[in-house]
Structure formats: structure tokens, C-alpha cells
């Protein structure tokens, strides 16, 4: 299902991706002078951090995991001058390369995996002792105004479940065992020319029809013109709308 959805917003995603290029680069800016034989990515999506990586660590070998089929086609294609890129279509909740890594990242995925610690869990297994585990995470205040929206509009439309707190996020981690070296926690608004853009932004970001901006039955006409509308009079900022993004980055090591 999530899988499906990304695949579907491959081609439109970049464009739209500010908050997440900024996370990815918080991701990167916390790694720690190294020179890793290998890397992990997890939840690659179309590849903005793995461009990071490649900038960062030239020719490291990375092996790239997403779970969506077509985004992995999308970035192999994408990325086809960097042979060092190995794209693996795997769900990091259970993903095993038959060898642990001295460096693992991912940044604005983790927050979509079925079980959150038994995923830590699985990426702890993975890291070799001594290694560095580098993660941006969405948390459960983003686009946190629509959500409310939507569940004035259409609650019986609106998902049920979220996405996870910075608290629980900080639980999985240390119950898989890793130790925080550093943590940023961060809430930011970032303006939109308008509700009709902001909703079609995060569409093309693959986020909607799922946990953070809306259910699975999709809304009516004039349901989405309320949206609209409401949206555009209640979160007004600079002449567009504004739109909440809770994230954290955590630098993690298993000693
Ligand atoms: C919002 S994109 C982020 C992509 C990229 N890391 C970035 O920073 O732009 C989230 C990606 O996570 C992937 N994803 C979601 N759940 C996953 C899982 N359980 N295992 C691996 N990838 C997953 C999605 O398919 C999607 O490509």
C-alpha cells in the first residue's frame, strides 16, 4: 500500500520535496568525519539523500533499500553514472544484506514502517559494533493543521493512526539498543503560494492517501473544496499558507 503510493509519486516528487531536502541534509551534517567501506540507505525514495551521500563519500559503495518497486526503477535510471549505487527493493523493517555496515542512513522514511522498534531493531542487527547510525524522522506534528481539518470535514475519512511522537521515536532507538550521541528536535512552518498549492505539493510528495494528511477513502467534491477554503482562511502567513513540520535528527552508534 505505502509501497504503491510512493511509487505512484516517483516522477513528481523532487519538486515538491523542500522539507525533506532540508532533513536530509540535517541527516548528513550530523555524520561524523569517517570513511566508511560501505553505506546503507534506508527508504531511498528518489534519491535526494543518496546524492548527498555521493557528494560526501565519492565512489563508497551504497547499497540504496526502498520498499515502493517503482521508485527504485526510477532512481537506478536516475542515477545511472553511479555504478557504486546498489538499488535493492526491501522493506527496512525486515532488510538484511548478508553483512553489517559501518555507516547507515535514512532520512523522512522511517516514520512509514509498520513497526517502528522492531525496524530499529532490525537496523541495529545491521551495524557493525562501533558503527553510526544517522536518522531524520517525521514526527506526529506534521502538517499537523490539515489533519485537524481533515477531521472536522471528514472524520470518518480521517486515518486513525499517526505518525510516531518524538518520545516513542526516542523509546524504539533505545530499546534496540543504540546510543544517542546527538538529537535535533525541530518544528518549522514552511509557506506555500496557497492551500491549492500546498495540497497539490504534498500529493506529489507521496503523502497523501496515507497516515499524516489523509485516510483511505478519498474526499468528496465538495468536501475538498472546504478543505480548500478553510484552509486558505485559517492558516494564512505572507500572502500563501503555512504548513507545520515536525522532525528529528538523531546520530546513533552501537557500542
Ligand atoms: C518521503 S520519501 C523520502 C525519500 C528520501 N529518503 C528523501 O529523503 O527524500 C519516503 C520513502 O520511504 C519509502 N518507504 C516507506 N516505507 C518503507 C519501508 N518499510 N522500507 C523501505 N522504504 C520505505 C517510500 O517508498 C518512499 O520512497
Redesign the pocket.
Known amino acids: 500500500m ?2 504503491q503510493r ?2 505512484a509519486a ?1 516522477e513528481t ?1 523532487d519538486r515538491h ?1 523542500r522539507p ?2 532540508a ?2 541534509q540535517s541527516v548528513l551534517s550530523v555524520v561524523p568525519e569517517m570513511y566508511p567501506e560501505q553505506i546503507l ?10 546524492r548527498l551521500l555521493t557528494e560526501r563519500f565519492p565512489e563508497v559503495p551504497i547499497d540504496a ?4 518497486e517503482k ?1 527504485v526503477l526510477h532512481s537506478r535510471a536516475a542515477f545511472k553514472r553511479f555504478p557504486q549505487i546498489k538499488w535493492i527493493v ?4 525486515t ?1 538484511w544484506g548478508g553483512d553489517r555496515y559501518p555507516l547507515i542512513v ?5 516514520h ?3 513497526d517502528l522498534r522492531a ?1 530499529c531493531e532490525n537496523i541495529f542487527q545491521s551495524l557493525e559494533p562501533g558503527g553510526t547510525f544517522a536518522l ?1 524522522m517525521m514526527l506526529s506534528g506534521t502538517l499537523i493543521e490539515l489533519h485537524e481539518l481533515r477531521q472536522e470535514i471528514a472524520p470518518e475519512k480521517t486515518p486513525s493512526i499517526s505518525l510516531p511522537t518524538y518520545e516513542e521515536t526516542v523509546e524504539a532507538l533505545e530499546a534496540a539498543g543504540f546510543r544517542t550521541e546527538r538529537k535535533k528536535h525541530s518544528e518549522e512552518q514552511i509557506l506555500y503560494d496557497g492551500a491549492k498549492a500546498f495540497l497539490k505539493a504534498i500529493h506529489e ?3 497523501t492517501g496515507g497516515r499524516v494528511s489523509a485516510g483511505n477513502a478519498p474526499l468528496s467534491r465538495t468536501e475538498l473544496s472546504r478543505l480548500v477554503a478553510d484552509y486558505q482562511e485559517n492558516h494564512v502567513a505572507d500572502g500563501g499558507v503555512y504548513a507545520t513540520y515536525e522532525t528529528a535528527t538523531f546520530l546513533l552508534s552501537r557500542n
Open positions: 505505502i509501497g510512493f511509487s516517483a516528487y520535496a525533506q531536502l532533513l536530509a540507505e534506508l527508504g531511498s525514495g528518489t534519491g535526494q539523500l543518496t533499500v526502498d520498499v515502493a521508485m526491501d522493506d527496512a523493517q532488510y535514512s532520512s523522512s522514511a522511517l512509514w514502517v509498520a525496524t531524520g510528495q507521496g503523502v
